[in-house]
């Protein structure tokens, strides 16, 4: 099977990446092997909240040479600082494309209200997420902090005490109790946010939903729900603060995260109406080379019939998706064999303190500066790898996980398209 550019992975790098080949007419093929990891997320994405040392960022952009001389190989360090700047733009306009209403600035780091109350720094946000500006308290004096009843994946308790401690704001906490969740709720598996999105969404049950918030919080001065609202779009929610005449807002819950599908739904939509090829449930399994090219892919559910491209690009996520594993001899890449970032000792690949920044966060493979992947030490010459898989960073500590994966993607589609297809 032929194509212009096969992508491994359907989460934020792979579809990204894909999205924007497609957007300049390349045949793309995207190969996903399960759930999206941004199933997980919170629909926020974040640039770079915290620099290695520990010292926070107030604005990215203007913290890049400081990163570039703390971790040279981060993926922003490889890119260059201008790149960097110039995809953060054109990453904001690729999501606005997809129908995505986001929030924040790469010039600033905003500060995103989280399910525990406290606030975290963040880079974009979804609209119905409540945020502030890093320096500014929140807006509002008085908060309806409101759970659904039997709804086990959110604690308005511990957001309210937060909230309460550290801004200062009057919140009433509630429960809300809807006859038409009686269903999902008389079976806890299906009592999820998914399934509930599914019910509040419909048009007929805006008003007794409306009803029960008027009762619980009338006199607040806005209104934070559980992210149990708008699977596909904002409509419910702006229908919901017209009849209450006040901001209604929405916090992640636990996985499955409403807030994130639907940033993969948006994605993977916008990407097959540009004519991708998306082959969902299927794994890579092994490669062909010649030299330093890779020659065909082969996957799980196609056997022996390869996939071929001028130009694959490597999105499988990290340990999380079996985009990379270990074993007692150390940590692999196991579709192409390439090179890691890794430690020898396994003692070494993690801190005894939970909370401490792991070192094993950083593996992942190595490529060079346009992110072509490194195998036996040289860079191969149509094999890119994007997003969780690369090493050099560490997401979490340093708060970069989903800008690595957007502006990774595309910068890669940029030296793909340079390059005519082909290389």
């Given at each position: 099977?032929?194509?212009?550019?096969?992508?491994?992975?359907?989460?934020?790098?792979?579809?990204?990446?894909?999205?924007?080949?497609?957007?300049?007419?390349?045949?793309?093929?995207?190969?996903?092997?399960?759930?999206?990891?941004?199933?997980?997320?919170?629909?926020s994405?974040?640039?770079?909240?915290?620099?290695?040392d520990?010292?926070?960022?107030?604005?990215?952009?203007?913290?890049?040479?400081?990163l570039?001389?703390?971790?040279?190989?981060?993926?922003?360090?490889?890119?260059?600082?201008?790149?960097?700047?110039?995809?953060?733009?054109e990453?904001?306009?690729?999501?606005?494309?997809?129908?995505?209403?986001?929030?924040?600035?790469?010039?600033?780091?905003?500060?995103?209200?989280?399910?525990?109350?406290?606030?975290?720094?963040?880079w974009?946000?979804?609209?119905?997420?409540?945020?502030?500006?890093?320096?500014?308290?929140?807006?509002?004096?008085?908060?309806?902090?409101?759970?659904?009843?039997?709804?086990?994946?959110?604690?308005?308790?511990?957001?309210?005490?937060?909230l309460?401690?550290?801004?200062?704001?009057?919140?009433?906490?509630?429960?809300?109790h809807?006859?038409?969740?009686?269903?999902?709720?008389?079976?806890?598996?299906?009592?999820?946010?998914?399934?509930?999105?599914?019910?509040?969404d419909?048009?007929?049950?805006?008003?007794?939903?409306?009803?029960?918030?008027?009762?619980?919080?009338?006199?607040?001065?806005a209104?934070?729900?559980?992210?149990?609202?708008?699977?596909?779009?904002?409509?419910?929610?702006?229908?919901?603060?017209?009849?209450?005449?006040?901001?209604?807002?929405?916090?992640?819950?636990?996985?499955?995260?409403?807030?994130?599908?639907?940033?993969?739904?948006?994605?993977?939509?916008?990407?097959?109406?540009?004519g991708?090829?998306?082959?969902?449930?299927?794994?890579?399994l092994?490669?062909?080379?010649d030299?330093?090219?890779?020659?065909a892919?082969?996957?799980?559910?196609?056997?022996?019939i390869?996939?071929?491209?001028?130009?694959?690009?490597?999105?499988?996520?990290?340990?999380?998706?079996?985009?990379?594993?270990?074993?007692?001899?150390?940590?692999?890449?196991?579709?192409?064999?390439?090179?890691?970032?890794?430690r020898?000792?396994?003692?070494?690949?993690?801190?005894?303190?939970?909370?401490?920044p792991?070192?094993?966060?950083?593996?992942?493979?190595?490529?060079?500066?346009q992110?072509?992947?490194?195998?036996?030490?040289?860079?191969?010459?149509n094999?890119?790898?994007?997003?969780?898989?690369?090493?050099?960073?560490?997401p979490l500590?340093?708060?970069?996980?989903?800008?690595?994966?957007?502006?990774?993607?595309?910068?890669?589609?940029?030296?793909?398209?340079?390059?005519?297809?082909?290389?």
């Open positions: 099977m032929q194509f212009d550019v096969v992508v491994i992975g359907g989460g934020l790098a792979g579809l990204s990446c894909a999205l924007r080949l497609s957007e300049q007419g390349r045949r793309c093929a995207v190969v996903s092997n399960g759930q999206s990891a941004l199933y997980f997320a919170s629909g994405l974040d640039l770079l909240a915290q620099l290695p520990g010292t926070p960022v107030a604005a990215p952009l203007d913290a890049l040479p400081a570039a001389q703390q971790a040279p190989q981060h993926p922003y360090s490889l890119m260059g600082a201008s790149q960097v700047a110039a995809l953060a733009n990453a904001q306009q690729l999501l606005q494309r997809c129908g995505l209403a986001m929030q924040g600035d790469s010039r600033m780091n905003h500060l995103r209200v989280t399910p525990l109350g406290t606030r975290r720094a963040t974009l946000s979804p609209q119905a997420v409540p945020t502030t500006p890093l320096d500014a308290p929140l807006p509002w004096r008085s908060i309806a902090l409101l759970g659904i009843e039997g709804f086990l994946d959110f604690q308005p308790q511990l957001a309210a005490s937060s309460q401690r550290q801004q200062g704001v009057d919140v009433l906490v509630g429960y809300l809807l006859p038409a969740l009686d269903r999902l709720r008389n079976n806890p598996s299906e009592f999820r946010a998914v399934n509930i999105a599914r019910v509040l419909m048009p007929e049950q805006h008003a007794a939903l409306a009803e029960e918030i008027r009762r619980l919080a009338d006199e607040a001065e209104v934070f729900l559980p992210a149990c609202l708008g699977l596909e779009d904002d409509r419910a929610l702006q229908a919901l603060q017209q009849r209450l005449g006040k901001p209604v807002m929405l916090l992640p819950t636990l996985p499955p995260s409403v807030l994130g599908m639907r940033l993969h739904q948006a994605l993977r939509q916008r990407l097959v109406q540009l991708g090829v998306l082959m969902p449930g299927d794994r890579a092994r490669a062909e080379f030299g330093g090219r890779v020659t892919l082969y996957t799980r559910n196609h056997g022996d390869p996939l071929r491209a001028p130009q694959l690009v490597l999105a499988g996520g990290s340990f999380f998706s079996n985009g990379l594993s270990s074993d007692i001899n150390g940590i692999r890449e196991p579709v192409f064999g390439l090179d890691v970032y890794d020898a000792e396994r003692a070494d690949w993690c801190q005894r303190d939970l909370f401490a792991q070192p094993y966060l950083q593996f992942g493979v190595r490529t060079d500066a992110l072509r992947a490194v195998r036996q030490g040289q860079a191969l010459d094999l890119y790898a994007i997003g969780a898989v690369t090493g050099g960073y560490d500590q340093q708060g970069c996980g989903a800008g690595v994966s957007l502006l990774g993607a595309l910068h890669v589609a940029r030296h793909i398209v340079e390059q005519g297809g082909d290389a």
